[in-house]
């Protein structure tokens, strides 16, 4: 397969009173279309830098991001974002929220039967077509997180990046929405970039895993390509040998290669497998 986004060499650095900051160092990355990529790495290690520069939030210092042949310069509706927070509005319901973006992206192009039934095409996508008419306050953390995600699809993104989408949601409840992706992925063959800290959530759900090294000027560590077959079932990899040998290299990467130490008044903290002390 030919390579859908071309991640090229960015750096990423910020002005600070103490002088420039770089965030980012010759990140170099390629992804093909359908590929569920992940990215995972220490707190401060720049995984939702690259993901703005990525949605066209920031402009890389150097470098740059290249989807489908044209070079990535602003926010565009060809890269949906999910975030943590569901950031629906709370006086429109599902229904109208995901509208909004059917709205913005297909506009007059698209005729008023044709829209509703994609909304609710959509929101059915995620199990949602139930409360399509309830308001963010009358639906659980889930359901909201759900709306939104409808959303993002409803835009038809060449891209689908994911901030930490289940990281706020109960571990029941997040189990429920990786299935969920899961499903919604093998059926759209989306390419998705999601940001996670949870190495389980990581190997289920990936194709490739994006290992960053820690911060400042952090870059692309190591690459682990997840060869298990798809569809995955949770209950069946935790007893599989290879997703465990998968896992445990993710593991190795974060707490012993890159352990993050931090130095707290005359302490220096290790967050790996080991503390010493100054």
């Known amino acids: ?21 770089t965030a980012l160092k010759d990140v170099d990355l390629k992804i093909k279309k359908g590929e569920f990529v992940s990215l995972i790495g220490h707190s401060g290690c720049g995984k939702s830098t690259v993901l703005n520069v990525v949605a066209g939030l920031y402009q890389a210092t150097k470098g740059g991001v290249i989807l489908s042949g044209r070079e ?3 926010p565009g509706p060809e890269r949906a974002v999910v975030f943590q927070n569901h950031s629906l509005l709370p006086w429109l319901t599902a229904y109208q929220n995901v509208e909004l973006a059917v709205e913005q992206v297909f506009g007059k192009t698209m005729s008023k039967p044709a829209k509703k039934e994609w909304i609710e095409h959509n929101l059915k996508l995620v199990h949602m077509d139930h409360a399509m ?27 689908l990046l994911m901030d930490e989408p289940f990281g706020a949601l109960d571990a029941l409840t997040r189990a429920h929405m990786q299935d969920s992706l899961m499903e919604i992925q093998n059926e759209l063959n989306n390419t998705v970039i999601m940001i996670t800290h949870d190495v389980d959530e990581a190997v289920l759900l ?35 040998a290879h997703y465990n040998r998968l896992r445990s290299e993710v593991l190795t990467f974060l707490y012993e290669k890159q352990r993050k130490v931090e130095t707290i008044k005359n302490k220096t903290i290790s967050t790996g497998t080991t503390a010493k002390t100054a």
């Open 72 to 74: 990535v310069t602003e």
């Open 133 to 159: 008419y309830k308001r963010p306050n009358e639906i659980s953390g889930g359901m909201k997180q759900r709306v939104g995600i409808a959303r993002a699809l409803a835009m038809q993104p060449e891209v």
């Open 206 to 240: 990936s194709d490739r895993i994006v290992m960053m090294t820690n911060g400042p000027s952090a870059t692309v560590g190591e690459i682990l390509h997840v060869d298990l077959e798809r569809p995955r079932d949770r209950l069946s990899l935790s007893k599989d």
């Open 1 to 21: 397969m030919d390579t859908l986004l071309d991640i090229s060499h960015i750096d990423m650095a910020f002005p600070t009173p103490e002088g420039g900051f």
